[in-house]
């Protein structure tokens, strides 16, 4: 039976033929029930998780994921509906939104007694790496974008996003939940079947520590959500804002780190995606369509781009961490690319050649 | 007057039409004279720092370096010599290493009462970007790269990463002298000929906070050096070494980033790199060699890297910080890269798909 969320959508869940978990997010009423006809096949092994001591970060080594098992032919899109003896990642002949386990995750469930190394230096020992991989598949149209999905598509991935970081959140093993969506070949994509991903860590990522000590610090400094008064300046500001709704703001921010780069944030403060609600969530497809209908016309191409939703972790940080969604694009020219090199990438130090006023511009004149 | 630094090395200092600095490193005593004969362009104008408020870090902003003056046509180098009319970069119609001022550098000589601004939140005013940008062309001989340069050229362009270190150093508004090099297009080199750039940042760049914040902790819980203490690990279990002599050893990280990737430190402790002492620096070609012709070696192509010297910061962290050089490279196989996308990119949290193990074997069994 299918499970009503909120926003009018129903979840199936089934299971594939390897033991992972699939479920479909449908605008209506019904319940799923394709068999995935494949033949079973084992899941891959846990990879581990090492510290890097000369920064104290935790690297996941997922060797496991070179061997991967089953990749289907060139012809044969993994993410599309299975179409008779066609058989994909989906088992049934259609869907609208669907999420499943990633057939080689970097991340997995471990054992029930795991526990996250104290970190102590050298003598930190490894650990399995814990966590989830997810795919999510926003359409079954092979041919389309997160950009041209229906606003009503767009709300029920967005139901999907919500559903999934409340189940993730709820893991024993899980400290940060990111949504995030790859697009492009110069960002490494290979399947060009409009889906993004989802990562569950179960340490807090390099960026969300960093961020987590910033606001931490405004929240006692000032008693206020620091992404608060960073959307409240560029409300004030005016010439970095993209477009906005009642719910929603997109700008380019005021230290923006790429060429293009749009951060949309829900106007009331929220902690993490699956406490967004109904009039927020509802808001939501009309702007994510036109920033990134104002990102693909800026150069009339389609962007190459990583969105990243940031949101506060899972147990800590909830009073001053909140949700937004970060939308960078490395295109600087429609025949140049912005490289991570040396500065940022072995530095961390980034160099903008391009005002944020700039491209704010160029996204603002975008006709739309 | 050409000045005798150490190694045999002599240095001859001279301006470029537009002002810029240039300096000839030679192994033989000889004085370069050779002037610029391009018509004098001024010098592009100062960027700006802003503070992202999110993480606390500082962009710099050169978007003068989108109007970039004067670039040479595609058949002429503006790092080879200068022939005939063919008016480059370096003047003199031969050399063996050069150092000069990069012509649109992000980050560039302030005025007198420059300083960088306290970091307070969203309230950080912008600062001039200050510091340093210089490119160092490792031969005259466009179609070489740095592995297959003689041991005694690898000994003149370390004596001008000494030197440079340590004029750069000495400026006031100096925070962090960060020498590199990007080697193939896949990280977005147009300039083939080889060649290196030094970075001098007026701030700590993000990733020298962090090793330094972990260097200290490191030091006030053990009294020892962090990375002693790293490469004693790395001796003790061998099994990631790629080579060593007696003043040098080379390895494979025990949590590597990147598919390939050569950690290459003195034996003996050195902060910085204008610290090498005459032992230090005979013995760096050899190993330089080395390890980069086995990373060129497990795929029999030039392999794409980033390589980038990590030394401790010009006034703090001297006692806990010290010289190595990181080379990674994205290629993972030959037809493939690593890209670094929503996990590495957006939370800073590395997925490895190639035990560190495995891939010090591949180099260690590459002939050589």
Redesign the interface.
């Known amino acids: 039976m299918a499970k009503g969320l909120s926003g009018g959508v129903f979840r199936s869940d089934l299971q594939l033929a390897d033991g992972r978990q699939i479920s479909y997010y449908d605008s209506k009423e019904v319940t799923r029930t394709a068999v995935d006809k494949r033949d079973d096949k084992a899941q891959p092994g846990i990879g581990h998780l ?14 496991h ?2 061997h991967r098992v089953f990749l289907p032919p060139k012809e044969l899109c993994p993410l599309c509906p299975t179409v008779d003896s066609k058989l994909t990642e989906v088992p049934d002949k259609d869907y609208e939104v669907v999420v499943f386990t990633n057939r080689s995750p ?1 991340l997995t469930t471990p054992s029930s007694n795991w526990k996250l190394p104290q970190i102590s ?2 003598d930190t020992p490894n650990a399995d790496a814990a966590g989830a991989c997810e795919v999510v598949c926003y359409t079954q149209d092979h041919g389309s974008s997160f950009a041209k999905l229906s606003t009503k598509q767009i709300r029920t991935v967005l139901e999907a996003w919500k559903d999934r970081d409340s189940a993730l959140s709820k893991l024993s093993f899980v400290e940060h939940v ?1 949504p ?3 697009r492009g070949e110069e ?3 290979t399947l060009s079947h409009p889906h993004g ?1 989802i ?1 569950a ?1 179960s ?1 807090l ?4 520590e ?2 987590l ?3 931490k ?2 929240l006692a ?2 008693g206020r959500v ?2 608060d ?2 959307i409240a ?1 560029e409300v004030k500001d005016k010439k970095r804002i993209i477009c906005e709704n009642p719910e929603w703001i997109a700008f380019v ?5 790429y060429p293009f780069e749009i951060h949309i944030a829900p106007k009331r403060t929220v902690a993490a995606m699956a406490d967004l609600d109904e009039k927020q969530s509802d808001l939501f497809a009309p702007i994510a369509k036109e920033a990134l209908t104002r990102l693909d016309g800026v150069f009339g191409i389609e962007m190459a781009y ?1 969105a ?1 939703w ?1 949101q506060a972790p899972v147990n800590i940080g909830r009073d001053c961490m909140r949700l937004h969604w ?1 939308i ?1 694009s490395v295109r600087r020219q429609p025949g140049k ?7 940022e ?12 006023e ?1 491209s704010a511009k160029q996204l603002q004149e975008v006709k739309y």
Not at 50 to 63: C, G, M, Q
Not at 205 to 208: A, C, G, Q, S
Not at 337 to 343: E, I, M, N, T, V
Not at 345 to 356: K, Q, R, V, Y
């Open positions: 090492r510290l890097d001591p000369l920064v104290n970060e935790w690297i996941a080594v997922a060797s994921r070179q970097a230096g050298l990111f995030f969506e790859n960002v490494g994509v991903q990562y860590y340490f990522p390099p960026r969300i960093k961020m000590e910033a606001a610090s405004h400094k000032t620091l992404l008064d960073v300046r921010p005021y230290a923006a780190r990583i990243s940031y970060q960078v690319l912005k490289y991570l090199s040396g500065s990438s072995a530095m961390g130090a980034f160099i903008m050649d391009l005002e944020p700039q």
